[in-house]
């Protein structure tokens, strides 16, 4: 059975940085794709970043040239590195692991990144 683990949430100010890790344990198939999503009380979940097993990434308009999304050297790991935090980035974010030939999506717990002087 497949499952993802997130790491790395906490409070920082704006302007600051911090870097998500996620790591899927089990068979994970050849062909999938990892997506960070977050939620903030009263919104949707929506999608932040996402990124393939060929490397091809994705991201939410108003986090693109401040969020990087990357496979780490261990297998099935990734990573968000996240620059010029802002207040409204304020949210719990989820790891979803997409596993294409099954279409099987397998969520973590989620991790709460606070952005606030």
């Known amino acids: 059975q497949v499952q993802v683990l997130e790491s790395g949430g906490g409070l920082v100010q704006p302007g600051g940085s911090l870097r998500l890790s996620c790591a899927a344990s089990?068979?994970?198939?050849?062909?999938?794709?990892f997506g960070w999503y977050r939620q903030a009380p009263g919104n949707k979940r929506e999608l932040v970043a996402a990124?393939?097993?060929?490397?091809?990434?994705s991201y939410k308009d108003s986090v693109r040239g401040r969020f990087t999304i990357a496979r780490g050297d261990a297998r099935n790991t990734v990573y968000l590195q996240m620059n010029n935090l802002k207040p409204e980035d304020t949210a719990t974010y989820y790891c979803?692991?997409?596993?294409?030939?099954?279409?099987?999506?397998?969520w973590g717990q989620g991790t709460q990144v606070t952005v606030s002087s």
């Open positions: 089990g068979d994970v198939e050849s062909t999938y794709v």
């Open positions: 990124i393939n097993n060929s490397g091809t990434s």
């Open positions: 979803n692991l997409a596993l294409i030939p099954s279409q099987v999506a397998i």
